[in-house]
């Protein structure tokens, strides 16, 4: 086996000198870890490019633990068959005598099963487990460790970190296991020249784990220049629906004022900027309106900057202060669909999906039986993607913006209804044409975590908005639902995303009603939001909409993911549904209770970027109830304890701490709640109604 070629490169490793096992690792592929695979039973068909995007061919992919055949010439397809049960592996794709490893999980993911790191010992770094592993796979970047180089015990696994680490500024180690009856969660850790970080300070924009997110609409969030401001003023828009002024200038006065500094944000994903068309489109019965495209989602030239957003230079001005202050900026792209003014399709009106269904019926809105050819508006017809002729230009004018502009990343816009192929190509020509740059891509997709997480791949994009988690948190706040159903379905994020996903865990944002509004009961969550935005005006309601609001938030900055903070969302605006959740950003004048969410807010977020184990801890949950959750994480044997009171009265939650806890740690209350450590080793913690704290060591 080829593998022995590693098992080889350690035989140096022991006696007290280490080779550099991995100096020869090819570097195409190596820039970030591989997603892993997640096998069924029996015969699995995968794609190269889905895990190393840019290999459109290897040598061989081999595997001591799975059988493996090509499916396609230079295995640009290959069939993985796999085991019953639990289990972890991996498989390799070789080129020019080496090669770069893939995990392979089998089995279900068992929140009871948990592991953690506990700490760093020289070059060895401690695992414990909750119970007995049966096996333990370690990789540094992308290759596997050789077994030599894990040593497996009854309470977890100590892993030997290569000598190639420690010339390396920042690269990481993932550790996977499972045991007879489960897997365990996999552990990530940051190396800083082949030691685990453990100041947050020394984290950067490119570390992905330690993302706070800011979304904008660039039009309703500030007025820099108002020499480009250009309204319809037509009879027939109304103004929640016209141009308001918003533009890139705005949003540089707001990057160098300092006011995301204060709210600890490290990326901005700011709305489409591609011309849209300059008359109106659409219409809106009750009231009457038609509407402008200020939102950015009617593309008429993909690569064209909308002049009512500012200037290519203004653009680039927006780049350089936001990067000056450590932050990534991500722009939502369009790929599902042109406006009907754009050139493109009216050179080519074949490129775009049968608007009549065989059946007679208008293929509009149809978002699961027709997913991948619906329209969204007659005006705006969706592109047959899955074609070469149409996929290839569109997947050029997304790289279009990579190279003209210092972008980070993309946002993608209705992901679920885009074939694969096309995220495939793009993958592909980012990583291949990119290599150096660090691109992180976030999508939308509505449906289960098995649709949403198909297309989280390597290869593919990197993370999805977690719409399952923030309807279910929503349903807790607003509707009274068990808060295990929350805890399950976090359990259920983490067994298919991964326990250190960058997934997005969401406030809301511009297609939904505003939580605050929902929570305080100005909006019943059974009607119709659209239709009360436009008719009522939506205020908050019950202040206590306020303290659910920053209760949802404390949750999004303590589990693992990117919390994603909405424009608005930080202080606390009221709203219904499109358009009403879209007025024009505030920036002062805030009520009392305004204040109090933008102070928790910021407070949240601040403790978020500085804690290692709210970055990279693993989680396990201590207490739960229908009312209170009570979780911990932890980060080279650093503890933080999460309490989260959803019910409307004051509670005491307590806990035994696991035997895996140290107890040798003082603990501070962030946020003024009352707890205690008793003599038998018990944690107790006392929430006030829809109130929430974070206990983490003193210093």
């Not at 809105?365 to 074609?387: A, C, Q, S, V, Y």
Request: hydrophobic content about 40%.
């Amino acid at each position: 086996m080829k593998r022995i070629f590693l098992f080889l490169l350690a035989a140096a490793a022991f006696g007290g000198c280490r080779s550099h096992s991995f100096a020869d690792a090819p570097a195409a592929g190596n820039a970030e870890p591989i997603v892993p695979a997640r096998l069924q039973p029996g015969a699995n068909r995968l794609f190269l490019t889905d895990y190393l995007p840019q290999w459109e061919r290897a040598d061989s992919v081999t595997s001591s633990e799975l059988g493996i055949e090509p499916a396609a010439d230079g295995w640009a397809e290959f069939v993985v068959t796999a085991p019953e049960g639990p289990f972890v592996a991996t498989f390799e794709a070789w080129t020019g005598g080496h090669c770069l490893s893939v995990v392979a999980l089998g089995g279900e993911r068992v929140s009871d099963a948990w592991a953690f790191s506990e700490g760093c010992d020289g070059s060895r770094i401690q695992v414990k487990t909750s119970q007995a592993p049966r096996q333990v796979v370690a990789l540094w970047q992308n290759c596997r460790l050789p077994d030599e180089y894990v040593s497996i015990s009854d309470r977890g696994a100590e892993v030997l970190l290569p000598a190639d680490a420690a010339d390396a500024d920042r690269s990481w180690l993932r550790v996977f296991a499972a045991s007879d009856d489960a897997r365990f969660n996999d552990l990530l850790l940051p190396l800083d020249k082949g030691r685990p970080v453990s100041d947050a300070a020394r984290l950067n924009r490119r570390d992905r784990q330690a993302q706070v997110l800011y979304s904008l609409m660039i039009d309703r969030f500030d007025n820099g220049n108002p020499a480009n401001d250009a309204p319809l003023r037509r009879s027939d828009v109304l103004p929640q629906v016209d141009y308001q002024g918003g533009d890139l200038r705005g949003i540089t006065d707001r990057i160098e004022a300092g006011f995301f500094d204060s709210l600890g944000i490290s990326t901005l994903w700011i709305s489409p900027v591609t011309q849209n068309p300059r008359d109106a489109w659409g219409l809106n019965k009750e009231p009457f309106t038609r509407f402008s495209g200020y939102h950015g989602y009617w593309p008429v030239y993909t690569t064209q900057l909308d002049d009512r957003f500012g200037t290519p230079d203004e653009f680039r001005e927006l780049l350089d202060a936001a990067h000056a202050r450590g932050m990534n900026v991500i722009l939502d792209y369009v790929a599902n669909h042109l406006h009907l003014r754009s050139p493109v399709l009216q050179a080519h009106p074949d490129w775009v999906t049968p608007l009549y269904l065989a059946d007679g019926r208008k293929n509009l809105g149809l978002w699961d039986d027709e997913r991948l050819t619906t329209w969204f508006d007659e005006h705006i017809p969706t592109l047959d993607l899955e074609r070469e002729e149409v996929c290839g230009p569109m997947t050029d004018s997304a790289l279009y913006w990579i190279a003209e502009y210092d972008l980070d990343g993309f946002r993608h816009d209705a992901c679920k209804h885009i074939p694969e192929n096309y995220w495939r190509m793009l993958g592909r020509k980012m990583k291949s044409r990119f290599p150096d740059r660090s691109l992180w891509q976030i999508g939308e997709t509505y449906g289960s975590p098995e649709l949403i997480s198909s297309y989280v791949r390597s290869g593919m994009i990197d993370a999805q908005f977690d719409f399952n988690v923030y309807h279910t948190a929503l349903d807790v706040a607003v509707r009274g639902r068990s808060v295990r159903d929350l805890a399950a379905e976090v359990d259920r994020s983490l067994a298919v995303y991964g326990a250190h996903h960058t997934m997005g865990n969401i406030t809301g944002n511009h297609d939904k009603a505003r939580l605050v509004s929902l929570a305080g009961g100005a909006l019943s969550p059974d009607e119709d939001h659209k239709l009360a935005g436009w008719t009522r005006e939506v205020g908050v309601g019950d202040p206590v909409g306020y303290r659910k609001l920053a209760l949802v938030e404390a949750l999004n900055c303590t589990l693992p993911g990117v919390p994603c903070i909405y424009q608005g969302d930080e202080y606390g605006e009221p709203g219904g549904n499109d358009p009403d959740n879209r007025r024009m950003m505030r920036f002062g004048g805030y009520t009392p209770d305004e204040q109090t969410v933008r102070r928790l807010t910021g407070a949240l977020t601040h403790l978020r970027r500085t804690s290692m184990p709210l970055l990279y801890g693993d989680m396990t949950t201590l207490a739960l109830t229908d009312d209170v959750w009570l979780f911990a994480r932890v980060y080279m044997g650093e503890w933080v304890f999460v309490a989260l009171n959803f019910g409307d009265r004051p509670q005491r939650v307590a806990s035994a701490l696991p035997a895996l806890f140290a107890g040798n740690t003082k603990f501070k209350a962030n946020f003024g709640a009352g707890f205690g450590l008793t003599p038998a080793g018990e944690l107790v913690v006392e929430l006030p109604a829809h109130g929430f704290e974070i206990l983490t060591k003193t210093e």
